[in-house]
Every structure is written in C-alpha cells, then in structure tokens.
C-alpha cells in the first residue's frame, strides 16, 4: 500500500459495491436511500457550541474527538430498524485503511462508550433519523470525508462524495480519554481558546513585551495547519498522537532543511521580505505559505513561537509561548557555557563557541507522555526555532519540563539541550599560550535567570522559573546538574580544585538607561577588600549584538587604568553576622565617607549616539564586556551586560461605536524621533475580530538626476526585469515614472506581499519609445522586449524625515465581540521593532 501522507489528497469510494449481478425486476431506489443530510454546523448550532469551536471562521463542521456531535440523516421513506441497515463511515486520505484508522465505519449502537467509535439513534421520526455520533479519543485529527452506506441483499449503496458533509475532527482538552486533557477551564480558555497573545523580550533588567495575534480562528488558517503536516509528509496514521503532531510542528515551522513555513535570518539582511519585527501575527504567515506553497522570509525565535502557537492551538493541542532570559545555546553539549579568554583578558572568538542570549522564546504543549514513566506528563518544550540537528532534522522537543527540572536528561525528545538552556553554569576560563586552561570563575545563577509567559486571563507576566529548576543554590538544584551530567552529558573542563581562589578586587558596572538615538554613560565601578595597594588595567568593549548574544560588530573600545588604595578589614573580622549592607555601613562609619570613597574607584565611559546609530540591528541590543586585570595578582576579573535601548511607539486611536457590525476608523501615527530621515518604511495593522492584517509603505516624491542610470528590460508578456541584483534592491522599494514618456500613472508597481519575483507586470502593454530603446528577442519566451536606459526617474521612495509624523486611517467592522486588540508596528532601514498596541472592548450589537 503507498504511503497515505497527504489529507487533501482523495480518491472516491464506490457508491455502489455489489456483490453479484442484481435480478431483473430489481430496483435498488426501492431500498432505504438517502436523500438528505444535516451536519448542524452554524456557528449558533450546538454542535459547534458544545465543541468550541464556534469562532472558527469556518463554514465546515468542527467538531472535537471524544465528544458527541449531531447529525440527522433524511430517508427516501421511514426507517424500520427491524430490516434496515445503514451506517455512517469517514475517511482520510487517498488509501484509507480500517486498521490504520483512515477508515472509520461507525457502528449503531445502543449506548455510547466513553472514548470510542459509535453512533446512537437519538430520534426517529417520519422519514428522518437523528444520530448521536461520537469519535474515538484517539481518532487522527484532521479533514475527513463522510458518507452513508445502506445494506440491501445485492451489496452496499452508498452516499455520492459532497464536500458539504466534510467534517474537521480536532485534539479534545475537554475530554479526560484524550491525550490533551487539561482538567482547568481557565487553562483552557487560555491556552486553546485566546487568540491573542503577548511574548516577553528585551533584557532581564528591561523586560519588554508586545501582543501577538495568533488568529487560530481566522479563515484558512486550519487548513493551512493540515497543509503543513502535508508538506511534512507525515504519515495520516500518526496524526492523532499529539507528541508526533507537535514534533513534525517544531520541524516544519522552520525552513531550514524541509521547505517548512518560515525562513529564518540573524543576518539584519531582509532585502526578500519582511523583517522579522514587522510580523503582527501568525494569519499573513500561515495564508501565504498555504497558496505560494513556499517558506514565508523572514522569521526570529518570537515568530517561530507565535507561528507554532498557532499551530497547535488551531488542532486543539493546548499551548503557550515561553520566554527565557540568558538563555544558553551549548554548541558542544557539555552542559556549560564556556567564555574563553585571552591571557590579557580580551574574549577569544576562536575558542568560544558557546553563546548566551539576551533571550530565547520557544513553545510548551500539553500533553500525556505514555512513552515516559509516570510523572512527566504535562507541559513539554517545543522549539521550532533551528539551534541544533535532531534525529536528522532541525527541531528540539517535546521534551518533559518536569524532567528538566530533576535533571533526568536521558527521556526523549532533546532533554540535554533544553536543560543547558535553563540550567548550566557559565565557566570563564583563560587560554593561556601554552594551551593549559584555567578556571577564572564559574558562574552558576546567570543562566536561565528568569523563565516568564503570558498570565492567565490578562497581559501580565507570570513567572514559571520554578517549573524549569529548583531555586538557585539549594541543594536540589546542583543535584538536578549532577543528575543530568550522570545520564552521559560530557564535561569537557573539570571546573572543581581548578577555580581560582576569590579577588580581593571588586569589579561591576551599571549602563545608564539609553534612549535610542541619544548619549548615555557606562559606569564602572572598583572596591578594594584589602589592605593592599593595587593597579589595574581595564578594558571596556562596546559591541552591537544580535539578540542571540553574538557580536555583529564592536563600536566602542576603551582602555583605562585605576589605581585602588588599600583597605583593612581587621575591625570587621568578628563582625560575622554583618550582611554586606551592613559592613558598607560600618566602613563608613569608623573610617569616614572620605577614606571609604577611597576604597571605591568609579569610572565613567561616554557613549555617543553616533558611535552605535549607523550600525544598529534589528532590536537595538549593545552589549558591553568589561575585563580588567590585577597588576599585582595577575587576577583577571570580567563582567558581561546587555541593554535594550529604548524606542518610540506606534500610536493607535478610535473613533466610532466599538461594536459588532458599526463602522469604526482606526488611525495609526508614528513620530521619527531621530535626527535621521527613515527609508524604506512600512506600517502593519492587525485586529483579530476587527479587521484583517493590513499594510501601507509611506512615500514621498524624490527625484533622481539623468546622472543615475538604470537599465530595464520591459517585455510585453513577462512584465519588467532588471539587469543586476543592485537594480532590483532600488526599483523593489519604488514606483518609477518614466517623465515624458508616460502621464497616466507608474508604468509598473512591486506586489506588497513578496519580492521574491524578478519579473513584475506592467501596467499598460506599450513599450516605451525615445529613449535610446533597442530590441531584444527573448529566447526563453519567444518575444520582442525594449531595452530602455531610463535616466530621469520621478520615484515615491518610502521616507519619514526627521520629526515628522505619518498618519493612516483604515474603516473597520467588528465580527468579534469581547476583549480585542488592535496591533501595529513600524519597521524601516535603520529602525525596527517599533509596536503600538490598543485594547478595545467590543459590544454585541443589540437584539431588535
């Protein structure tokens, strides 16, 4: 039997299986046969209700598996249960099976069994048979296709295949029997049924957030969340087991090695599509990776995990975004992250592989895990942002969150890796010239400092740091690190008889709040807890970093000397029940503020705009690295900080009734607040229940002198081409008008949606003439094109100068009533991850 991999993929079952020839004489209409049936599938009809799935902008039946639905079949005349038989069967894919559950013919019965397959007579009347049918709790998810089958004594008669009586069967967290169960209805109602979400990032000193539009519920989107299973090939067998759905989920996602739905870029180069930023919401993703049936560009860690919540959201498989601050990528899987410095204190680049980043989102689902012991059921890790190979394909979980937590790493799916990103120290360690490694200093808090997600049933943020790990420094949380270094993680560099003893130097420094655009100062500070006189060299290195903690480039050095006088601690000696506060204070006291601020040495280093401005990337991390080196002891002390500088908003406003069905104007503003006009600018609109994701580029007229030249092909079939990949970057953000030759309008214009096409169509079929225009045969397409070398362009290039502010106005109706969200953001050259959000309560509109 080939492989049945595919849900759209159908062939049609007989109407008619005979079982010889039929007499002359016999009619088979004579028999009972079915001239009608009725799915109860209106939004307001119970079947829908009662399933939840009633938002689903779906005119299809949806119902949910392990749970009841209606269905009353119409009959050519009475049913007699006494002579009749009939039953009703659903099918999957091209080659359905019984024994792979493909092929379901559901049996009447008496009475309904929990969890399995059955149909009840609930009424019987006339010429109508009312069913009470009830999917397996473990039928396969998906599209099937349903039919009516008739028993007479020549063979089976069978319904004709009507796409009208498909019917959507989906993972069930309200039935006990299912493998989702969530036994909380506040849960549920957050983790299936809220479509809108906020993910958390920035830096653990600078939490920030921003609403995601998860859109489950939006027209087309469940069918693209079958697609994508298509497109993994995945067996229809499997579809029913919510660890297999959400491993090919974390898969597919990403495109990096199976065409699945989002392109990843780190690079801050988004000439192809749209920056990562920009992304309101999962629906623009998701509909255009179902029709152009290609990876949608570009996507970051928060846009995986938006789409991925999505996904298992719309299938019914309960889920939430996680974000997780100084979150470790263990490129060696040791279980450390291994900062390797020079001899004078400087980063190595070469030895240093491992990296933290500032923060990294990934997904939980909730689920049953027969395949473990008892106990580590529950929320499970799925990432779907590609960090490392798994089993062959980029994609990490499901992996247990309890059994991270006790350090049982040996449980499928990708438990060590999870576990480094939470849970492992963070070793400095000095390469020296003659290739011995010595331990400077182990860092055993910094990672996975604080583990967050979306609160229930408001915006807030709800710290779930305690689901991943014990507490730091209880004795519980290093037997978890011993726990899962004994279930065979290596460790490359013994850390234990190999640290340095403490400094007696003190090092740590603050970077003041920095507002994008403006100066702000970093400010480190020395404190000597000795009686000894020390001289310290210091360097600071100001870097621009990707989110993910690795450096794109450095944009402030700065070395520096600090000479620290000597300190005595013979009067605190006995002082053992002093906290550090309070041994400050003493200090002061029996020394004098003067002496004490000689014991504390502050340096301040100036960090002007125009040193980060040109270089910036997509969410304007700096990060800064401090090591300094002890004259005397030759103790090399190091300090790592990241800041997130801070960014204007989009600001949203309404005006009109906020209810069902009334008109209401939307207008969206942004300010630039730089000193820097911004190009290539876009503004993105979403409103679940509001209005469909919109997008606008902001334009004003420039004009290019005859001293720019550009060369195009125009071909009257195939549309516009251009001669060089420079061409296409400056003709892809503008309208171009030919003067003189052309005043009714652009000759041609750039879809919104993508750039992936090189040839574009033009407006009017007539060549231009009079520019030094010169024939050319296509071979390819067997056509005459003109060559014209246009050098005076009138463009509308995308821009907002320095202070100004752009405004855009769009009409909304509301579908949806209850809490709702409006979302925007801005995304342009040189600055990005700009958002403004709106909450809007939307009322019913009143019954006449």
């Known amino acids: 039997m080939p492989p049945n991999n595919s849900n759209a993929a159908e062939d049609e079952l007989p109407t008619e299986e005979l079982l010889g020839l039929v007499p002359r004489g016999v009619n088979l209409e004579d028999y009972l046969t079915v001239t009608d049936v009725h799915l109860f599938k209106e939004k307001w009809d119970s079947n829908k209700i009662d399933h939840h799935t009633d938002k689903y902008d779906n005119n299809k039946l949806i119902v949910r598996r392990g749970q009841s639905f209606y269905v009353q079949i119409d009959f050519n005349r009475p049913y007699d249960p006494r002579k009749d038989l009939f039953r009703v069967e659903y099918v999957i894919g091209r080659y359905p099976q019984e024994n792979k559950g493909t092929y379901i013919a559901v049996p009447i019965v008496s009475r ?103 859109g489950q519920f939006e027209d087309g989107i469940l069918d693209a969340c079958l697609y994508v299973m298509d497109k993994a090939q995945m067996d229809l067998s499997g579809r029913g087991n919510p660890i297999k759905v959400s491993r090919v989920g974390s898969a597919m996602i990403n495109a990096k090695d199976d065409q699945g739905v989002i392109v990843g870029s780190w690079d801050n180069v988004y000439a192809y599509g749209v920056p990562p930023s920009a992304w309101t919401g999962s629906v623009d993703i998701l509909l255009e990776y179902r029709s152009s049936e290609n990876p949608v560009q570009y996507g970051q860690c928060w846009v995986f995990a938006g789409v991925f919540n999505t996904f298992l959201r719309c299938l019914g498989i309960p889920a939430r975004v996680i974000t997780n601050y100084f979150s470790a990528h263990d490129n060696d899987a040791n279980l450390q992250l291994d900062i390797f410095l020079e001899e004078d204190g400087n980063v190595s680049s070469k030895l ?75 070793i400095y360690i000095t ?45 519980e949380e290093r037997l978890a690190l011993e726990t899962a270094l004994m279930y065979g993680a290596r460790k490359d560099i013994k850390t234990e008889g190999v640290v340095r003893s403490r400094s007696n130097v003190d090092m740590d420094f603050q970077v003041e709040t920095a507002v994008l655009g403006k100066d702000f100062k970093v400010t480190i500070t020395f404190q000597n807890n000795s009686p000894n006189h020390y001289n310290i060299t210091a360097y600071l290195s100001g870097n621009i970093t990707f989110y993910t903690g690795v450096s794109k480039t450095e944009f402030k050095n700065e070395t520096f000397d600090v000479a620290l006088e000597p300190f005595s601690y013979a009067i605190l000696c006995g002082q053992s029940s002093y906290s550090a506060a309070n041994i400050t204070d003493l200090r002061k006291q029996v020394f004098g503020a003067e002496v004490f601020q000689q014991t504390v040495k502050q340096k301040e280093v100036l960090v002007r705009a125009g040193e980060y401005m040109g270089q910036l990337l997509e969410q304007a991390f700096l990060h800064f690295f401090v090591t300094a080196r002890i004259n005397e002891s030759k103790d090399i002390l190091a300090k790592q900080k990241s800041t997130v500088l801070l960014i204007p908003k989009v600001i949203i406003k309404v005006r009109g009734a906020a209810m069902v069905g009334s008109d209401m104007v939307v207008t969206v503003e942004f300010t630039n607040p730089l000193k820097e006009t911004l190009q290539n600018v876009w503004i993105y609109l979403d409103g679940p229940g509001l209005l469909k994701p919109k997008r606008k580029m902001f334009r004003n007229p420039t004009l290019i002198k005859a001293s720019t030249t550009v060369e195009v092909w125009v071909s009257v079939s195939t549309g516009l081409s251009v001669k060089t990949r420079q061409h296409l970057e400056l003709l892809r953000t503008v309208d171009v008008r030919l003067k003189g030759i052309m005043s009714t309008g652009p000759l041609f214009k750039f879809p919104s949606m993508s750039w992936r096409h090189f040839h574009y169509p033009i407006l009017t079929p007539v060549l231009p003439t009079g520019l030094g225009t010169t024939k050319h045969e296509d071979t390819q397409n067997q056509v005459v094109a003109g060559r014209v070398m246009v050098q005076m362009l009138e463009l509308e290039t995308s821009e907002i100068h320095s202070n100004s502010t752009v405004q855009w106005e769009e009409v909304c109706r509301p579908w949806v009533s209850g809490p709702r969200k409006l979302i925007a953001s801005m995304t342009s050259d040189s600055l990005r991850h700009v958002y403004g959000e709106l909450d809007l309560e939307i009322q019913r509109r009143p019954s006449a």
């Not at 990294?360 to 909730?366: R, S």
């Not at 860092?443 to 604080?450: A, E």
């Not at 807030?460 to 740091?465: E, N, V």
């Open 112 to 214: 309904l069994q929990s969890g399995k397959w059955g149909a009840e007579v609930i009424m019987n009347e006339d010429r109508s048979v009312r069913l009470s049918i009830q999917p397996s709790a473990e039928c396969i998810v998906g599209k099937f296709r349903m039919y009516v089958a008739v028993w007479t004594p020549y063979g089976v008669l069978r319904t004709r295949r009507n796409p009208e009586t498909d019917t959507y069967i989906l993972f069930n967290p309200w039935c006990e029997e299912d493998a989702v169960y969530l036994d909380d209805e506040k849960e549920r109602e957050e983790y299936v049924l809220n479509d809108i979400g906020v993910i958390f990032y920035g830096d653990f000193n600078d939490i920030k957030n921003r609403s995601w539009s998860y």
């Open 431 to 475: 390469a020296k010239k003659d290739g011995t490694h010595v331990v400077q200093s182990v860092d055993t808090t910094h990672i996975g400092k604080l583990i967050v997600t979306k609160q229930i049933g408001g915006d807030g943020i709800q710290d779930i740091t305690d689901t991943y790990k014990f507490q730091e420094g209880q004795e």
């Open 352 to 426: 240093t592989k491992d990296s933290v980043w500032n923060y990294h989102c990934w997904n939980e689902a909730w689920m049953t895990r027969p395949d473990l012991p008892v106990g580590f059921g529950g929320w499970q890790a799925v990432d779907s942002t590609p960090q490392e190979n798994s089993d062959g394909m980029y994609r990490c979980g499901p992996a247990s969150v309890q059994a991270i937590k006790h350090g049982h790493v040996c449980f499928q799916f990708d438990a060590p890796f999870v576990f480094a990103e939470v849970n492992s120290d963070l």
